[in-house]
């Protein structure tokens, strides 16, 4: 009772047993106790034992076809790749990894032997070449102003340059190691270095910051007396300049003209503003008469647009009959205002009074008195022909002259 062994399955050929007998008849006429069978089918085997009798077995074989595997990527890469040997039951690569996709990053010949469902294998090769990656590397001189030159910097084993950036940032080949540009945004610029001859590219990147510029301003009123203050905004450092240079915010200004500040924020940006400044003089007053009345007399503080004296009067003179320092503060066209002051004396008048002994008879004597409290000088005129007399008592006898005024000037 024969039994073939071998099968029911192979891969592209197979053996079939039918055992240890006396002879063998296979039905494709074979007489060995073995056959190798390349094509699916039954086959059938009779054996005769040592007593001369036979017995028959069959055995159905299906014959399965290797797989063909092709090894996708490559021949070339630049730095690394991957290499797919197809959808297979396994793999075994030469590296001895077992899966369907490898990583290879170095030139060589790579192998890979795959299992089908069948359990068949078939066997791929393919020669890569890696070629290197050119070296790269960005930097740049951020952060940098609004306004201010972005300069970005290269340095690559590469042939040909292209950066990036951006926003509106246009794209910029060069072959130097710094390409300066007006700064544009804050983000990413990125380099990608080339090599010609392989075709291989790569990449590095920088950070841009690119700060906003202070908004510069000036407070403050722009005309003044004798000086103006002004005041910059807008930043946390000070630089005036145009005449009045100093480090401060606020500045004092003592004669007209433009003046600059440049302002600088915490980030180092600068903005510079400008403003017109008008300085007016104050008016310099100098009181007129005096300074010694006799019973009154009157100040003048010259010819400006308003005054105010120290007792309120506002005009241009002021009436005095009493020895006092007067003060007088004085507004010019430009409504600047200067003081001055002037310590006047008024002395008294002497008492006097006069009298004759009119009426009198052409010929006669005219005798003219005085009554003075003190001790003065006298000096008395009268009309026409008088001829002035001064005495020292209080009686003049004078030929009578002609009708009239006659009077008497007494002097301390």
Same mark, same amino acid.
């Given at each position: 009772?024969?039994t ?11 053996t079939l047993d ?25 086959y ?7 007593n001369?009798?036979?017995?028959t077995a ?31 039951s ?26 089908n ?29 609004v ?14 340059y ?41 990449t ?8 906003? !510029? ?9 005309t ?5 203050s002004?005041?910059?905004?807008g ?15 606020l500045?004092?200004f ?13 980030n180092a940006?600068?903005?510079t ?12 007053p ?5 300074p010694?009345?006799?019973g009154s007399?009157t100040l ?9 004296w ?29 003081t ?12 006097v009074s ?5 009426p009198v ?29 001064s005495?020292?008592?209080?009686l003049?006898?004078?030929?009578? !002259? ?6 008497i000037?007494?002097?301390?």
């Amino acid at each position: 009772t024969p039994t073939i062994s071998g099968g029911p399955a192979f891969c592209v050929s197979g053996t079939l047993d039918a055992g240890v007998y006396s002879s063998y008849h296979w039905g494709n006429s074979a007489t060995t106790e073995t056959i190798t069978v390349n094509s699916s089918s039954t086959y059938d085997v009779t054996v005769t034992n040592a007593n001369s009798c036979t017995g028959t077995a069959s055995q159905a074989v299906t014959i399965n076809s290797n797989p063909s595997p092709t090894i996708s990527g490559g021949p070339t890469f630049c730095g690394s790749g991957t290499l797919d040997a197809g959808s297979f039951s396994s793999y075994n690569w030469g590296n001895s990894s077992t899966t369907e996709t490898i990583s290879v990053s170095s030139s060589s010949t790579y192998y890979v032997t795959v299992t089908n469902g069948n359990g068949c294998t078939g066997t791929a090769s393919k020669v890569i070449t890696v070629n290197p990656l050119p070296t790269v590397a960005a930097t740049s001189n951020s952060p940098v102003c609004v306004g201010s030159t972005l300069n970005l910097y290269d340095v690559s084993s590469g042939t040909v340059y292209a950066w990036s950036g951006p926003n509106s940032f246009v794209s910029h080949s060069a072959d130097t190691s710094i390409l300066n540009v007006p700064s544009l945004a804050s983000g990413t610029y990125t380099v990608t270095a080339t090599n010609t001859g392989t075709g291989c590219t790569n990449t590095a990147s920088t950070s841009v910051t690119v700060n906003s !510029l202070p908004t510069a301003g000036i407070t403050g009123t722009a005309t003044g007396c004798a000086s103006v203050s002004l005041t910059a905004t807008g930043g946390t450092s000070y630089a005036w300049s145009g005449g009045n240079s100093i480090a401060t915010a606020l500045n004092t200004f003592t004669s007209s003209g433009t003046y600059y500040v440049t302002v600088t924020n915490v980030n180092a940006c600068t903005a510079t503003t400008s403003q017109a400044v008008t300085v007016n003089t104050n008016p310099s007053p100098t009181i007129s008469g005096g300074p010694t009345f006799c019973g009154s007399g009157t100040l003048d503080a010259g010819s400006f647009s308003s005054y105010h004296w120290g007792n309120g009067s506002t005009g241009e003179t002021l009436n005095v009959n009493s020895s006092n320092t007067y003060n007088v503060t004085v507004t010019n066209g430009s409504g600047c205002t200067g003081t001055a002051s002037k310590v006047v004396t008024v002395n008294p008048l002497p008492t006097v009074s006069a009298s004759s002994n009119s009426p009198v008879c052409v010929g006669s004597i005219l005798n003219l008195l005085d009554n003075v409290q003190i001790i003065p000088t006298f000096s008395w005129s009268g009309p026409n022909s008088f001829t002035s007399h001064s005495e020292d008592t209080s009686l003049l006898n004078v030929s009578a !002259l002609a009708a009239g005024t006659y009077t008497i000037t007494v002097t301390n």
